[in-house]
């Protein structure tokens, strides 16, 4: 079996170009093949940049971001980024005192305009997460990283453009629910952008049906709230007898924000119990959940990828194609089946690029069939020869196939009863 062995020029790879700084961005993704053979000792590099190479097994071009103009050129570096300094994205004024960064988070989401010339770096680590305060993700923000600055982002699309514009050091976004299922969302993005996942927590979710103080359940028309919250807590509005209409918006906490900004006192939001204390907000019912283990796992993602070990449990997330469709999956499946590495997660999402495949055949006509591209996340670290050669044998049978990250699995113990 031959072990991974990656691009020796990566960096040529990585050639930049695209819209200026504020826009959103888009990366295309083109698989690259090596089949030389090379040895890395105990499943690793000697070193932190060999495993930065080795770990990216089929690397991608990407379309980077040109902050002043498109007359500059922008140096390439490993992973599609560069440094705050080749980025020019700390203005320095040698006249000015320099002064320590705040610590209040902001109270505004970032939008796509915000993402300009970062702050200087201090000592505290920053978060990155979709909503505004008071949303689940800041406290999963809160409970990967404790004590850090929580950064508020009204799309997910900003999150990641945060982390990569070094705006932010983290992003804490979710990847499933246990009653609602998949975001995904995330998943798209997880594959159009170049963060790596470095860590994952899981977030017990307790609900609760909020509104204006004095307004009775009665008097609702109308509740409000992210899908997945919706979704989540169904069964119980119908056993409470609201006659509401469902209404989705972009996040818990805002869904509770929009209410008290507004005065609207016909409808309930359904967030957590911070979101009322923060937004003056009364809680009608609590815990409202259809489920009492609802779970909502979050992904942590950085500009770099961490060095994997052995010495704990550790996850590590994929995503792969093929270009005969999903006559392959059982052989993929196999790769691990036979090697005795536990999968945890498999998710299909439509191949963007070509999300048709046509069949001719002169007895039936032309048949259609849907193109996938298939995430899997197994229980191994890539310091393990048997996942190496797992995704060795995967890459035989594929197209296209990506590490997207090898982490610590989240071991933490929860308690379903108690609000987190």
């Not at 409470?240 to 972009?250: K, Q």
């Not at 070509?354 to 002169?362: C, G, H, Q, T």
């Not at 296209?400 to 379903?416: A, E, H, K, N």
Request: proline share 7%.
């Amino acid at each position: 079996m031959q072990a991974i062995y990656p691009p020796k020029d990566f960096q040529s790879l990585l050639r930049p170009s695209g819209p200026r700084l504020a826009r959103s961005t888009r990366f295309a993704v083109r698989s690259v093949y090596r089949s030389d053979s090379v040895h890395f000792p105990n499943g690793v590099g000697p070193n932190r940049a060999d495993w930065q190479s080795s770990c990216a097994i089929l690397s991608s071009k990407v379309s980077a971001v040109d902050q002043t103009s498109a007359d500059k050129s922008n140096a390439a570096a490993v992973n599609g980024h560069k440094s705050p300094i080749d980025l020019n994205l700390v203005p320095i004024d040698k006249n000015k005192k320099p002064q320590p960064p705040s610590t209040t988070p902001p109270q505004k989401p970032l939008t796509i305009t915000d993402l300009s010339p970062a702050p200087m770096h201090g000592s505290q680590l920053r978060v990155a997460y979709q909503g505004v305060p008071g949303a689940y993700s800041e406290a999963a923000a809160g409970k990967a990283y404790p004590n850090c600055e929580a950064i508020p982002c009204d799309q997910f699309e900003v999150a990641f453009q945060a982390v990569e514009l070094w705006i932010a050091d983290r992003a804490v976004l979710p990847v499933e629910n246990s009653l609602g299922g998949s975001i995904h969302r995330n998943y798209d993005l997880l594959l159009r952008h170049r963060l790596h996942i470095v860590g994952e927590v899981q977030l017990p979710v307790h609900h609760c049906l909020l509104a204006l103080p004095g307004v009775r359940k009665e008097y609702l028309t109308r509740v409000i709230s992210h899908p997945q919250a919706l979704a989540q807590c169904e069964q119980t509005i119908t056993k409470l007898g609201l006659n509401v209409t469902r209404e989705a918006v972009d996040d818990t906490a805002g869904a509770a924000e929009y209410i008290a900004n507004n005065d609207l006192r016909d409808t309930a939001a359904i967030a957590s119990a911070r979101a009322a204390e923060l937004y003056g907000m009364q809680v009608l019912a609590d815990g409202i959940q259809d489920d009492s283990s609802n779970v909502t796992r979050f992904v942590m993602l950085a500009r770099d990828p961490i060095i994997p070990r052995t010495d704990r449990p550790f996850k590590t997330s994929i995503v792969f194609a093929h270009d005969k469709g999903t006559s392959v999956l059982f052989k993929v499946l196999s790769a691990f089946a036979f090697r005795n590495i536990s999968l945890t997660k498999i998710e299909s999402r439509p191949h963007r690029n070509r999300p048709i495949r046509l069949v001719d055949d002169a007895n039936v006509g032309t048949a259609k069939h849907f193109e996938y591209m298939f995430y899997v996340d197994f229980e191994a670290s890539m310091a393990e020869v048997r996942a190496q050669n797992a995704l060795a044998e995967v890459q035989e049978f594929t197209s296209f196939l990506r590490v997207l990250g090898s982490y610590p699995m989240d071991m933490t113990p929860w308690s379903p009863s108690r609000e987190d």
